[in-house]
């Protein structure tokens, strides 16, 4: 027996899993993440390996696969469709939450460069809040099928004095913590996000900033506790994007409970903090993990390619 396993964040031991030749997984050593070295995802990637990165992913809620120089935009749309359809923002309301994308229509650029002057389409709702901190959520969570997997190439990357790191929340390790009573309370229980008007206007989009609708209650009900469709673990999915808990009781008492659950799943416990180096594609798991971003000094260009894919409706 390998008493040395590498456990990942589902409990299950690395070696349990069909890793293919060449590959080496390593957890990060904090409550979420595992590194994959041994594959460049420019190239043709063997069937075999697809299937181990595809596995891995399922079991790790971040999965970090340093040193992809070569990874380019289309490429990077084509591997998120390992996942699943591609994922875009900008099918709700008019497509009034679009947000500024690279060459490829299915790859997410967030830059606080000028994308004119980078040869990038220019788009006028650019991310005026580019540099600033962003808040502990799960992606696209305004959405009732919010896309599976988000992967981000760290195309340009500050030096890491200058911040921009990205922490990533464990929400198994944060539901298994929860007292029996309160996981009894919550058993069936629904919350219900942001609007997306009111989630664009938190990046400063131009048009949801001048859109008095962002306060309307948006539609969507999402579970509380949400049940990873491969691992079966219950992940407590709540994050900045949760108003309310709605049950058997008063707004004002949802709102309180959304509060003390968010601030159950900030707790530092639950967090690895990634330290970015130049063409790390990371890889999370939006079923079980949260994450947020350090602001950084804007006097330097961080640069990152995003893709989204996969969705299946929440349980
Ligand atoms: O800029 C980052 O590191 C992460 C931003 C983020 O929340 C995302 O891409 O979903
Ligand atoms: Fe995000």
Do not use: F, I
């Given at each position: 027996m390998n008493v040395h396993a590498n456990i990942l964040m589902s409990g299950i031991a690395a070696d349990a899993l069909p890793v293919a030749p060449g590959l080496e997984v390593a957890t990060t050593g904090g409550p979420v993440g595992t590194v994959v070295r041994g594959v460049d995802l420019a190239a043709d990637v063997r069937p075999d390996m697809v299937f181990s990165l595809l596995a891995i992913f399922n079991h790790s809620g971040l999965m970090i696969v340093p040193g992809q120089e070569r990874l380019t935009p289309d490429r990077q749309a084509q591997i998120a469709r390992w996942f699943g359809p591609s994922f875009v923002r900008g099918r709700k309301?008019?497509?009034?939450?679009?947000?500024p994308m690279t060459e490829n229509p299915f790859v997410q650029l967030l830059s606080n460069r000028d994308q004119k002057a980078a040869g990038l389409i220019p788009v006028e709702d650019r991310n005026g809040a580019a540099t600033q901190p962003l808040g502990i959520h799960s992606d696209v969570q305004d959405y009732d099928v919010p896309p599976d997997v988000t992967i981000l190439h760290g195309a340009i990357i500050p030096p890491p004095s200058a911040g921009g790191n990205t922490h990533f929340g464990n929400l198994y390790m944060a539901y298994d913590d929860l007292p029996r009573e309160m996981k009894q309370r919550l058993d069936g229980a629904k919350w219900r996000p942001h609007s997306t008007y009111r989630t664009m206007r938190g990046v400063q989009q131009k048009e949801a900033m001048?859109?008095?609708?962002?306060?309307?209650?948006?539609?969507?009900?999402?579970?509380?506790?949400?049940?990873?469709?491969v691992t079966g673990r219950k992940a407590l999915w709540v994050s900045s994007f949760t108003e309310e808990v709605v049950g058997d009781w008063s707004r004002e008492e949802g709102v309180a409970l959304a509060k003390q659950l968010f601030e159950h799943v900030a707790q530092p416990k639950y967090w690895y903090t990634h330290i970015w180096s130049p063409h790390d594609v990371l890889f999370w798991d939006n079923r079980c993990v949260n994450h947020r971003r350090d602001s950084w000094d804007s006097s330097y260009v961080r640069e990152m390619h995003r893709a989204q894919a996969g969705g299946s409706l929440p349980f």
């Open positions: 309301e008019g497509k009034r939450d679009q947000l001048a859109n008095p609708e962002a306060d309307r209650d948006s539609p969507v009900l999402h579970p509380v506790a949400r049940t990873h469709p």
